[in-house]
DNA sequence: AATTCGGGGTT
DNA sequence: AACCCAGAATT
C-alpha cells in the first residue's frame, strides 16, 4: 500500500462519514445544477453560497433559461455575492453550450475547460462528480490538505506550485474507483477537519502518517508568497432624486462591479450638495473604497444615466454598498 | 509571472 | 487587521 492510495482511502472514508448534505449532491448529480454550484462557490464559503444557488437555479432552472436570461436580471440575483463577472461568464458559458454542445454540458475535463468561466478547478469538479473521471480538484482546501500531508513548501500561489499540486492530487485521485467521492471528500476534509487555524490533529484519522503533524509544521503550511497593501481609491456618488425615482448608471465591463448599476460618479466633492452620510469605507480583498453620497442636483452628473423607482432599481444588479444604500437611504 | 476581479466570516 | 473561502481571466 503506497502513501497516495493510504491517503485517498482515508479521505473517502472521512467523507462518508462526515458529508454535508447540501441542495446541488444527489444520487445522480445534475450536470447544469452542479456547474451552477461551483461557480457560484468560486472563493466563496458553502454557506454563503447556497442560498445564490437556490434562488438562481429557481430563476433559471436549465442551460436554455440561462442562455436567454436578461443579464440585469442574473447581476440582480447575484447582488453581495461578488466577483459579477463570474455571472457575466457562466451565461456566455451557458450560450456556448447550447450553441456548441446541444444544450448538454460536455462530459470531459478537457471540453469542459473550453467553457467560459470554467478553469481547472471547477472542469475537474464537474468531470468527476458528474462522469467519473479522474482528475484531482485543486481548490483552497486541497493545497493546505496536500501541503501539510506530503510535506509541501512550494508557494500555492506560483505558477511551479499550482503545477506540482495538481500533479499531486492527480497521483492521489489515480487509485480510486470513486472519483466523485474522493474529489468531494478531500475538500470536506480540508473545510471541516484539516482548516487553517484551529485544524483538529488530535482527532485525525491521518495525524500518524502526517507530514506537518509530525514536523511541527501544521501552522506553517501552506506556504503563500505575500502580496502588496491593498490600494486606496476615493467614490464620491451623485445621488439625483426627482419625483421619487434615482439616477443610476450602468457601469461598464471593465474594472470592479463590471455591468452593474451605482449613482453617477463625481469627480470631487461637490461644490453645490450635501453629504447624506458620513463616509463609508468598503473593503474589497484587494482594495479600500472610501465612498461618500451627495445630494446633488441632476445638473451636477453625466453620462447615460437613467432615472427608477426603487422597486425597479432593485430588480437590477448593483454592488452591495449601493443596494444597501437604495434598501434603507432611499 | 502578476494583477485584478467581492464580500463576508474567523481568528 | 490579517487571513481565507469548493478560482478564473487578463495583462
Given at each position: 500500500m503506497d502513501r497516495f492510495n493510504t491517503f485517498r482511502i482515508s479521505i473517502e472514508a472521512f467523507y462518508r462519514a462526515h458529508k454535508r448534505d447540501l441542495p446541488w449532491r444527489k444520487e445522480v448529480p445534475v450536470p447544469y445544477e452542479v456547474w451552477l454550484s461551483e461557480i457560484i462557490l468560486q472563493q466563496t464559503r458553502v454557506a454563503q453560497g447556497t442560498p445564490y444557488f437556490e434562488k438562481i437555479l429557481a430563476a433559471f432552472p436549465s442551460v436554455e433559461a440561462l442562455a436567454g436570461a436578461e443579464e440585469d436580471h442574473l447581476l440582480a440575483l447575484w447582488t453581495g455575492l461578488g466577483y459579477y463577472n463570474r455571472a457575466r461568464n457562466l451565461q456566455k458559458g451557458a450560450k456556448q453550450i447550447v450553441a456548441d454542445f446541444d444544450g448538454q454540458l460536455p462530459n470531459s475535463f478537457a471540453e469542459l475547460l473550453t467553457i467560459k468561466g470554467i478553469g481547472p478547478y471547477t472542469a475537474a469538479a464537474i468531470a468527476s462528480i458528474c462522469f467519473k473521471e479522474k482528475i484531482g480538484v485543486v481548490d483552497g482546501n486541497v493545497y493546505r490538505v496536500l501541503s501539510r500531508y506530503f510535506g509541501i513548501e512550494t508557494p500555492i500561489n506560483s505558477s511551479s506550485g499550482q503545477k506540482e499540486f495538481q500533479a499531486l492530487a492527480n497521483e492521489c485521485i489515480a487509485g480510486t474507483k470513486h472519483p466523485d467521492l474522493y474529489n468531494q471528500g478531500i475538500m470536506e476534509f480540508g473545510a471541516?477537519?484539516?482548516?487553517?487555524?484551529?485544524?483538529?490533529c488530535m482527532t485525525c484519522p491521518i495525524a500518524d502518517s502526517c507530514h506537518a503533524h509530525n514536523s511541527g509544521t501544521v501552522l506553517e503550511l501552506p506556504i503563500k508568497l505575500k502580496k502588496g497593501k491593498r490600494s486606496k481609491e476615493t467614490i464620491h456618488f451623485g445621488v439625483v432624486e426627482r419625483e421619487n425615482l434615482v439616477a443610476l448608471k450602468k457601469r461598464g465591463t471593465d474594472s470592479i462591479w463590471a455591468g452593474l448599476y451605482e449613482f453617477p460618479r463625481l469627480n470631487d466633492a461637490p461644490e453645490q450638495g450635501q453629504l447624506m452620510a458620513e463616509p463609508i469605507v468598503h473593503k474589497l480583498s484587494h482594495k479600500d473604497l472610501y465612498c461618500s453620497f451627495w445630494a446633488v442636483s441632476e445638473d451636477e452628473i453625466s453620462g447615460d444615466f437613467n432615472f427608477y423607482s426603487k422597486p425597479e432599481a432593485q430588480q437590477l444588479g448593483m454592488p452591495i454598498i449601493i443596494a444597501d444604500f437604495v434598501a434603507k437611504k432611499l
Amino acid at each position: 500500500m503506497d502513501r497516495f492510495n493510504t491517503f485517498r482511502i482515508s479521505i473517502e472514508a472521512f467523507y462518508r462519514a462526515h458529508k454535508r448534505d447540501l441542495p446541488w449532491r444527489k444520487e445522480v448529480p445534475v450536470p447544469y445544477e452542479v456547474w451552477l454550484s461551483e461557480i457560484i462557490l468560486q472563493q466563496t464559503r458553502v454557506a454563503q453560497g447556497t442560498p445564490y444557488f437556490e434562488k438562481i437555479l429557481a430563476a433559471f432552472p436549465s442551460v436554455e433559461a440561462l442562455a436567454g436570461a436578461e443579464e440585469d436580471h442574473l447581476l440582480a440575483l447575484w447582488t453581495g455575492l461578488g466577483y459579477y463577472n463570474r455571472a457575466r461568464n457562466l451565461q456566455k458559458g451557458a450560450k456556448q453550450i447550447v450553441a456548441d454542445f446541444d444544450g448538454q454540458l460536455p462530459n470531459s475535463f478537457a471540453e469542459l475547460l473550453t467553457i467560459k468561466g470554467i478553469g481547472p478547478y471547477t472542469a475537474a469538479a464537474i468531470a468527476s462528480i458528474c462522469f467519473k473521471e479522474k482528475i484531482g480538484v485543486v481548490d483552497g482546501n486541497v493545497y493546505r490538505v496536500l501541503s501539510r500531508y506530503f510535506g509541501i513548501e512550494t508557494p500555492i500561489n506560483s505558477s511551479s506550485g499550482q503545477k506540482e499540486f495538481q500533479a499531486l492530487a492527480n497521483e492521489c485521485i489515480a487509485g480510486t474507483k470513486h472519483p466523485d467521492l474522493y474529489n468531494q471528500g478531500i475538500m470536506e476534509f480540508g473545510a471541516l477537519h484539516c482548516t487553517p487555524k484551529k485544524p483538529h490533529c488530535m482527532t485525525c484519522p491521518i495525524a500518524d502518517s502526517c507530514h506537518a503533524h509530525n514536523s511541527g509544521t501544521v501552522l506553517e503550511l501552506p506556504i503563500k508568497l505575500k502580496k502588496g497593501k491593498r490600494s486606496k481609491e476615493t467614490i464620491h456618488f451623485g445621488v439625483v432624486e426627482r419625483e421619487n425615482l434615482v439616477a443610476l448608471k450602468k457601469r461598464g465591463t471593465d474594472s470592479i462591479w463590471a455591468g452593474l448599476y451605482e449613482f453617477p460618479r463625481l469627480n470631487d466633492a461637490p461644490e453645490q450638495g450635501q453629504l447624506m452620510a458620513e463616509p463609508i469605507v468598503h473593503k474589497l480583498s484587494h482594495k479600500d473604497l472610501y465612498c461618500s453620497f451627495w445630494a446633488v442636483s441632476e445638473d451636477e452628473i453625466s453620462g447615460d444615466f437613467n432615472f427608477y423607482s426603487k422597486p425597479e432599481a432593485q430588480q437590477l444588479g448593483m454592488p452591495i454598498i449601493i443596494a444597501d444604500f437604495v434598501a434603507k437611504k432611499l
